[in-house]
């Protein structure tokens, strides 16, 4: 399939890598023309999001936020656009991005009345499950362009699920970004009680994993925090604006949420501590910080 | 000069009678024109838009419930900026985001009008009484303008610096004052579980250290259980958005004001949001096995 991909961040440019590798051929767009580099010679490289839409049966975005997508699906120059402009009407736009539930539904009803299907289908994985394919797909929208659009979400994911109608792949990751959220804070916060205790945390870590609270955020967010390697990964920052939309959707809906609000001000600190393009691992050096730790 | 007002609720109604009994000669809109009837008689007179009350009006007051409707008077169709001539000054007493406030205001002064923003604290009593405390954000200037009508209405009228810095110091008000009631409603639980009557402990609190207006009023509803008087806690569960997201913008951890945001929340899914904010106890008591 012609597949078109828009957003080559850390994430971003191993899934669009992993799509070639399965045969597909890339329409690639990008701001800053330095992210196309490792492209050269193995994709399309086009001078707007509109000429992808143009050319691709499929278009995926990941990029930061929804006016992020809003401006590359539904600009002057966008998707939606081009689409109209080569006159296609079964395009299939797949947002990978994490927004807001709401803001998902509203960018899909307006991609709808120019004839472009939208998926919502944001990931969780990290960089490494980038790298390897193996990335957890959450996705909302209708079942059939579902299946057209599933040879190319098996290219960058292990496990791709379709979990409910326009919307619920980002509900699905709104959950996630609480148990991750909640996760990194509860690791750090034990890691740094061994640590005033005088014990190893390597070794807590390694006990911990053969019992009931082992996981997949002890093992591999643990390891980072043990080899003190804070490297993004996913950037703190990002995961304040996740839970930022968390929060914003529970006040809507009106949805005591104690342990994610708890959380997202330890995530407010990292901000403000200079830590905002750390991964969010870096949480146990403001608890260090709060312990009197430099 | 001629005074506008737009927002009859609890706060804006009791604001418009101190300001016709000292002496202003009052102009009204009110989306409802049935709500501004009754004021025709006091010579109050009633406009069909807000750009028709610009027009008419040196200074116009809002006080109004949220962002979008302090927006949409402002800048929408018909709206104050449409009608209003240079030099009018929009004291906006409503409680809405700082960023948007001062917006509003750079807005205005494009078109040659002065936006003061100017929330208050104080509840209905101070609003009748004028002794609302009004924490002013704008031009220092504009402030000293108008600040004889805001003698009217409140007792102490802080400057707190460029427009939104009014909206930052309420938000401030709000995050002291709820975080207040929700210690309060802590308290009441705790004495009540271990058999001690909360209307004794307050009794004695009131007059030690920990005494506070919020320990007063809402503790005081807590005790008697009158949920039902008091301020809707549905506007204390608005102001908490702002809170946060002043909040998250700014980089500030802020762990309690976080905590009890969450019991609002709560407070708005078991349908407490027309009753007082006293109800924080309610919330509490729906997880008792033993509740009343």
């Known amino acids: 399939m012609e597949i078109g991909f828009i957003g080559l961040g850390i994430m971003g440019r191993p899934m669009a890598q992993n799509i070639a590798r399965a045969g597909h051929a890339l329409h690639l767009y990008a701001r800053r023309p330095e992210s196309l580099a490792p492209f050269e010679g193995k994709a399309t490289i086009h001078a707007s999001a509109a000429l992808v839409g143009s050319h691709a049966d499929i278009v995926i975005t990941i990029v930061a936020d929804a006016p992020d997508v809003e401006a590359v699906a539904l600009g002057p120059d966008g998707v939606a656009a081009g689409a109209r402009a080569a006159g296609r009407s079964d395009l299939i736009l797949i947002d990978m991005s994490t927004i807001a539930p709401p803001a998902a539904r509203g960018i899909a009803t307006r991609l709808a009345e120019a004839g472009v299907t939208m998926l919502d289908a944001p990931v969780s994985g990290g960089e490494p499950g980038a790298i390897h394919g193996t990335l957890t797909i959450m996705v909302g929208g209708p079942q059939p362009e579902f299946e057209r659009a599933l040879p190319v979400l098996q290219a960058m994911g292990r496990s791709v699920t379709l979990i409910g109608p326009t919307g619920a792949g980002q509900v699905a990751k709104a959950c996630n970004q609480i148990l991750t959220g909640a996760g990194v804070a509860a690791v750090a916060e034990a890691f740094n009680l061994a640590r005033a205790h005088g014990v190893d945390p390597a070794n807590v870590r390694t006990a911990l994993m053969g019992g009931m609270a082992r996981s997949a955020i002890l093992d591999n967010h643990g390891n980072r925090m043990i080899a003190r390697n804070f490297k993004p990964g996913f950037k703190s920052w990002m995961h304040q604006k996740d839970l930022r939309i968390v929060l914003e959707e529970a006040h809507r809906l009106g949805l005591g949420l104690p342990l994610a609000a708890a959380v997202a001000q330890m995530f407010n600190a990292m901000q403000g501590a200079g830590m905002a393009e750390e991964d969010s691992v870096a949480m146990l050096k403001l608890y260090e910080r709060l312990s009197g730790v430099e | ?292």
């Open chain 2, 1 to 292: 000069m001629e005074v506008g007002f737009v927002g009859l609720g609890a706060m804006g109604a009791p604001m418009v009678d101190r300001l016709i009994e000292a002496g202003h000669k009052l102009a009204v809109y009110a989306r409802r024109i049935e709500t501004a009837k009754h004021l025709l008689n006091r010579g109050v007179r009633l406009c069909a838009s807000p750009a028709y009350l610009a027009a008419s009006c040196e200074v116009v007051f809002l006080a109004v419930t949220g962002t979008a409707d302090v927006e949409h008077l402002v800048c929408g169709d018909d709206g104050l900026l449409e009608g209003a001539r240079a030099g009018l000054v929009i004291i906006d007493m409503s409680t809405i985001a700082p960023r948007r406030a001062q917006e509003l205001a750079a807005q205005a002064q494009g078109l040659g009008v002065e936006m003061l923003d100017a929330p208050v604290s104080g509840g209905e009593i101070g609003a009748r009484n004028g002794t609302l405390s009004i924490m002013v954000g704008g031009d220092a200037a504009v402030l000293e303008r108008v600040r004889p009508l805001l003698n009217v209405l409140g007792k102490t009228i802080v400057h707190m610096g460029p427009a939104g810095s009014g909206q930052i110091a309420k938000a401030c008000n709000q995050l002291v004052l709820v975080a207040a009631i929700e210690a309060c409603a802590e308290a009441a639980m705790l004495a009540h579980a271990a058999g001690v009557d909360f209307a004794r402990v307050r009794e004695a609190m009131l007059a030690g250290s920990a005494s506070s207006g919020a320990l007063d009023a809402f503790g005081g509803r807590m005790a008697t259980r009158e949920f039902a008087r008091g301020v809707e806690a549905r506007l204390h569960h608005k102001d908490f958005a702002l809170i946060a997201d002043t909040a998250a913008q700014a980089w500030v951890p802020v762990p309690v004001s976080a905590a009890v945001q969450q019991q609002l929340n709560a407070l708005m899914a078991l349908k407490l949001g027309r009753e007082d904010t006293s109800g924080l106890l309610k919330v509490l008591e729906a997880t008792r096995a033993d509740r009343s």
